[in-house]
């Protein structure tokens, strides 16, 4: 079945370093591709989305590009803030959109100042 | 717009008891989907429903869990006999039409058993 692979579990930086999460997945078609994030007691959060191959989705400083030859849609960002810390999620949504989304494992994110 | 709205946010219930939550979608939207968070297992989908009429179930454990839709403004998911392992955030989203559009959660309800 379709599924969502993310290769980092926790990322610890200090305020101004580079942010990349790495996201790959497997699925037929092209699935649509999201980034949500999740702070302490809320729900996640939809950050952006990507739906066609070369397609760059992007939000608050945050980008991705759908990348259907490796499978990717890692998430980066220049210059992280600790306002930045949170669990990072990369999600899948079937072409059709007849199922619902299938998220990886997250990636907690925490940002020192 | 006040968001997808679950209650309650908290609830504590001792083992074998029943546990009902609610969800409030955002107006206009027409699906719902319930998932369930934990450390171990992550965001895990249960159910989801399109214009109140159950589409996918697959995740929702065949005893105990089920699910409803009464109205376009709300849904409820009811776990009778609740066990420690079913301690977990239990979350709600709403979408214009299914998942291939965004989904906008509420903040989850943290059920605890005793």
């Known amino acids: 079945g379709d599924s969502v692979t993310q290769t980092e579990g926790q990322v610890a930086l200090s305020e101004e370093d580079f942010l990349t999460i790495h996201c790959n ?34 939000s608050r400083g945050f980008e991705a590009t759908y990348d259907k030859g490796t499978t990717s849609f890692h998430l980066r960002k ?36 | ?25 955002i107006s206009g939207h027409s699906a719902v989907f319930w998932y369930r ?11 989801y429903f399109r214009n109140q009429a159950p589409i996918d179930d697959s995740g929702m454990p065949k005893e105990r869990f089920s699910a409803q839709m009464p109205n376009q403004s709300h849904s409820t ?12 955030v239990y979350l709600c989203a709403s979408s214009l039409d299914n998942s291939q559009n965004t989904l906008y959660f509420g903040a989850g309800t943290r059920l605890s058993v005793l």
């Open chain 2, 1 to 25: 717009n006040a968001g997808v709205i679950q209650t309650p946010r908290h609830k504590v219930t001792g083992k074998g008891q029943e546990a009902t939550l609610w969800c409030e979608p």
């Open chain 1, 25 to 58: 997945y497997s699925a037929s078609g092209y699935p649509a591709l999201f980034w949500y994030v999740q702070y302490p007691g809320e729900g996640p959060q939809f950050l952006f989305r990507a739906s066609r191959d070369k397609e760059k989705g992007s």
């Open chain 1, 78 to 113: 220049a210059s992280v803030q600790e306002s930045d810390s949170a669990v990072y999620y990369c999600a899948l949504g079937e072409a059709q959109g007849g199922r619902a989304l299938i998220f990886g494992t997250g990636t907690t994110v925490s940002v020192s100042p």
């Open chain 2, 37 to 47: 968070q934990t450390i171990v297992q992550g965001l895990e989908f249960l159910t």
């Open chain 2, 77 to 88: 998911l009811k776990i009778q006999s609740t066990q420690p392992q079913d301690s977990a």
